[in-house]
């Protein structure tokens, strides 16, 4: 008897002792997905459970992203009987084999400042299958909105603005050429003789050689009278000089009556403007005489027609002879 009770002593003294030297509990965490395998951008959820002694408490240590994959939420620590649970939920935009890394979530013991990890988990991530044999079409069909009256009204309102807007401006393009062309109507020019003698009567009134201007005044006479020559002929008298007008003056037959004149009146000009000749009173007034008269006896005729009722013939007849 006395043995038996030594042996159960020693027993007990023993198992005290092995209950002594184990080591307290130290946190324990694991990680695991509901498969394996996932499509790009598919949301996986990554649970967590970590077990532990029932004074601790855990933060996560986790950022916006975990390896390749992007942190789309993250579930609140559930704590219950030694046991801590969580969830983050995460997603990849590559495919091919991605590896979500050890978790770390931090706890702090006798003071000290703790961290205890997951198991990292291996994911395989397919590209989304395509059937090429389907045409491609939208994921959802375009939306019908409804048009409201105020709408509807506002789009009539600005179609009938634009309408009335075009046909104005249309109108005003209208006018304007219009009014371009009454603009750009231009009267008949007048008559060579016409135009000769209204510029020998305006010179006549500034009575330049009265004034003792004697080369201005030659030289606007002379002028006059090629200019008419130009007009009336179709030669360039204005550039020719008094030899070359003469001579081409000598082609129209009705210029042969006053071709002494025309002679007498641009050789007389030339000496004053070029030979420094001063002339007498008499010819500065037979000047503008004969100019009136080249012109006069070359001017183009309008004869009215033959047998018109309202000229006598015998009129006709004197003009034309005239």
Known sequence: M?????????????????????????????????????????????????????????????????????????APMHSSSGTTTTSVTVAAYDSGTAIVPPLAFSYTADTA?????????ILTIRLVPVDTTKEFKDIKPPLAIALTVAEVSLIIGVGVGAVLLLYGFMQYRKRKKERHSEDLYAPPPKPAHVEAFERLAFLKEKRLWQQGLIKPYYTEVSE????????????????????????????????????????????????????????????????????????????????????DPQVPQQEVSEVVHA
């Open 2 to 74: 006395n043995v038996m009770r030594t042996l159960n002593s020693l027993v007990l003294a023993t198992a005290l002792i092995g209950v002594g030297s184990v080591p307290a509990q130290q946190p324990a965490a694991r990680a695991w997905a509901d498969s394996s395998t996932f499509f790009v951008g598919d949301p996986i959820t990554v649970h967590v459970e970590i077990t532990h002694p029932p004074t601790l408490g855990f933060s996560p240590l986790i950022g916006d992203t975990i390896g390749v994959f992007h942190v789309l939420s993250r």
């Open 113 to 121: 400042q703790h961290v205890v990890s997951t198991n990292p988990l």
């Open 224 to 307: 006059i009278v090629r200019r008419y020559f130009e007009q009336r002929f179709g030669f360039a008298a204005l550039e020719q000089t008094t030899d070359e007008t003469l001579h081409d003056l000598r082609r129209f037959a009705v210029a042969h009556p006053v071709f002494s004149h025309t002679e007498t009146l641009l050789r007389r000009a030339d000496l004053v403007k070029f030979a420094k000749y001063q002339p007498s009173v008499s010819e500065n007034e037979e000047m503008m005489t004969l100019a009136f008269e080249i012109v006069d006896k070359t001017k183009v005729v309008d004869l009215p027609p033959v047998g």
